[in-house]
């Protein structure tokens, strides 16, 4: 008995000795992380952000976790974001690898893709299709109008009553993305879509909860049945769908005469290249699905972010619809040209992306070892860029903890961006669907606050901003009052 106890505390000594943490030499400061474990132990795996927040208070503007055996740096502050992202951007700009939402994807698609020459050829790729380069003849302008168009007639039914913006917005933006992708909107009724819908809801839960916190730091729990593996199973079942859906694309597709980026990416992969190239159909199916993702939730809650401001601020609201009104006067749709017009409801619109950073952290990886604020960080550390801290940053922002839109807005009633502004983060890495994102956000607003007046509902009690957090935040739900404007169109 007592010398099977001793057999145990040396097997225990030695585990400690052989997975024994040694913190890098200058490595930011941060609780004292445990073998294997890393700090899991110190964690609220299921919402660290409490832990987080009692760490910065602790440890300053650059502090370290361990998750499992593997470092990671935080970090606060306009300063420290813009050393990383922008002065030492090569160093900066990896993902992280060997992680549930990289290894389900193979380390394809462009989200979880690390820093290299096959994330940048396909970056470079979209950035260009996204700018209207051989789409076919309708604009994304058009594309988004169009889409507008339904959500008009979805509140127009409603008007003098109320509407859950939830579903509207999250179908609006999905529509928008497919227009890009497939060139046809999302039929909802169709059942192989709902299942998808439902697979992606699932994993996300299941990915960003405990059992992706548990992947990620414990390897040794990979091959054991848990539920991630429903993750992995969910995500090849997607590709399969995807697959089908670029198949039919193929059938009607005249080359050379793309009409949307599935096809501009078929084109791609006619072209014969030299020194070969890293376009393929996996690639393609993986890169559809990352487009849908990051455009979803991050374009609607936003949105919804903006209504609940726009409703409990009235007169600001007004004064919106009064310059829309005076700018578009006899013009049948807005342009987003028309921003330029339109100082007022910028400054809004730039003030409600900044009050709801919906994105409120970058999660990146060193890709040689460097340097950050007089601290050393070797290759292959995880990077999380505190975002939502810049956007209301003391020092930064005229009124950093109130909405209001002066904060873009010089004595001269002119538009002006801070610095600070960074909801699409910034560096090579920034989001890749910025111009996508404020178009959208732009016409739709200007669209809605032209036809409409919004309202709180009167028994709902007072509006409650405190946002609910996840990879990308959004508000707690609600509804929307909606009445027809009067005089205007
Ligand atoms: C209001 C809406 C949006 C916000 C606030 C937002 C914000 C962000 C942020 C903060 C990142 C991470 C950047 C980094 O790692 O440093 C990102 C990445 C990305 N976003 Fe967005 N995004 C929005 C809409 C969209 C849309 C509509 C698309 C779709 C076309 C999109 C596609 C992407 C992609 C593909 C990446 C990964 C880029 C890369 O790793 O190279 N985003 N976004
Ligand atoms: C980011 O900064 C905000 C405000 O400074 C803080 O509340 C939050 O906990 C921080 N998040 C992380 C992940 O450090
Ligand atoms: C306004 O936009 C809608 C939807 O795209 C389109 O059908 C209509 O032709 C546009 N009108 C003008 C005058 O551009």
């Known amino acids: 008995m007592l010398g099977s106890l001793v057999l145990v505390w040396i097997f225990i000594c030695l585990l400690f000795i052989f997975f024994r943490i040694q913190r890098p030499k200058n490595f930011p400061p941060g609780p004292r992380p445990v073998p294997i474990f890393g700090n899991l132990f110190q964690l609220n795996i299921a919402n660290p952000l409490k832990d987080f927040e009692r760490f910065a208070e602790r440890y300053g503007n650059v502090y370290s976790v361990y998750f499992g055996g593997r470092p990671a740096v935080i970090f606060t502050g306009l300063k420290a974001v813009k050393e990383a992202l922008v002065t030492k951007a090569a160093d900066f700009s990896g993902r992280p690898q060997n992680i549930l939402i990289s290894d389900i994807r193979e380390g394809k698609g462009v989200i979880f893709a690390d820093y290299g020459p096959q994330w940048k050829e396909h970056r470079r790729f979209a950035l260009t299709t996204l700018r209207n380069f051989g789409m076919g003849k309708q604009s994304m302008e058009d594309r988004i109008l169009g889409e507008t168009k339904h959500l008009v007639a979805r509140l127009e039914k409603s008007a003098g009553g109320f509407v859950n913006p939830q579903t509207m917005f999250h179908e609006a ?32 839960k299941i990915a960003n909860g ?15 049945p848990l539920p991630f593996k429903k993750v992995f199973k969910n995500y090849y079942t997607t590709e399969k769908v995807i697959g089908n859906m670029i198949s039919k694309q193929k059938a009607s597709r005249v080359p050379g005469k793309p009409r949307h980026f599935v096809d501009c990416y078929l084109d791609e992969l006619d072209k014969v290249w030299d020194d070969g190239s890293s376009f393929e159909e996996g690639q393609l199916r993986r890169y559809i699905i990352d487009l849908h993702v990051a455009g979803l939730d991050t374009t609607s809650n936003t949105l919804r972010t903006a209504f609940l401001y726009l409703m409990a601020h009235p007169h600001i609201q007004e004064r919106c619809q009064q310059e829309i009104d005076a700018v578009l006067e006899g013009k049948a749709n807005a342009s987003f040209e028309d921003r330029h017009n339109m100082p007022y409801t910028q400054a809004v619109i730039h003030e409600c992306q900044r009050v709801a950073y919906t994105v409120p952290t970058a999660f990146h990886c060193t890709s040689r070892d460097t340097e950050l604020m007089g601290y050393s960080i070797p290759k292959e550390t995880f990077i999380i ?9 003391e020092d930064q922002w005229k009124f950093p903890r109130e909405f209001n839109p002066a904060n873009f807005l010089n004595e001269h009633g002119q538009f002006e961006k801070p610095e600070a502004f960074l909801p699409f983060s910034v560096g090579p890495r920034v989001c890749l669907g910025e111009g996508l994102a404020r178009m959208e956000l732009f016409l739709i607003l200007v669209t809605l606050l032209r036809r409409f007046q919004f309202f709180w509902p ?23 009052g909606v009445r027809l404007r009067g005089a205007a169109r």
Not at 178 to 184: E, Q
Not at 385 to 393: F, R
């Open 385 to 393: 860029a505190n975002l939502s801290s810049v956007l209301s940053e």
């Open 173 to 204: 933006a999905s529509n928008i993305i497919y227009l890009v992708l497939f060139g046809t909107r999302l039929d909802y009724e169709d059942a192989t879509l709902k299942e998808y819908f439902q697979r992606l809801t699932e994993s996300f």
């Open 458 to 480: 009167e028994d709902a009690g007072e509006p409650d901003f405190t946002p609910v957090y996840g990879i990308t935040v959004r508000p707690k739900p609600y509804r929307m």
């Open 210 to 224: 405990p059992w992706g916190m548990i992947y990620d730091t414990l390897p040794i729990t990979r091959t054991l």
